[in-house]
């Protein structure tokens, strides 16, 4: 198995998600940027990069770089070696996607706080 098998196979299970994801794979080469990860995604809004490695093969400094500034920035960059791994990245966006919202307890919180600054009631 090379790694352009693995980049297929990732790109054909991401192709199965439907219409809540966009990717495309990085080209390296003279006009791309060094240390991209392999696959950029955007899946529901979240910026996933997935670099592809054969088990056992070796990031390099550049794509460590990379995905460190990716993680730090907020979207989520990881290495993967299967579809099994790319699964468990999109599961993660899911999860993390999933506790972004709020339940109604929260909410009420969160507008009543809301509602102290917007009164006067307490100064910022």
Not at 54 to 80: F, H, M, S
């Amino acid at each position: 198995m090379l790694e352009r098998d693995i980049v297929a196979a990732i790109k054909k299970y991401l192709a199965s998600l439907g219409g809540g994801v966009f990717f495309w794979k990085e080209h390296g080469g003279p006009y791309g940027t060094s240390g991209v990860p392999d696959i950029i995604i955007c899946y529901k809004g979240r910026f996933i990069g997935m670099e592809c490695k054969l088990p056992g093969g070796r990031l390099t400094e550049l794509q460590k770089r990379a995905i460190e500034k990716i993680n730090r920035a907020g979207g989520i960059a990881r290495r993967v070696e299967s579809v099994a791994d790319a699964m468990a990245v999109i599961q993660q966006a899911d999860d993390e996607l999933a506790g972004r919202f709020m339940n109604t307890k929260q909410v009420r919180t969160f507008v009543r706080e809301s509602e102290k600054y917007r009164y006067g009631k307490e100064s910022i």
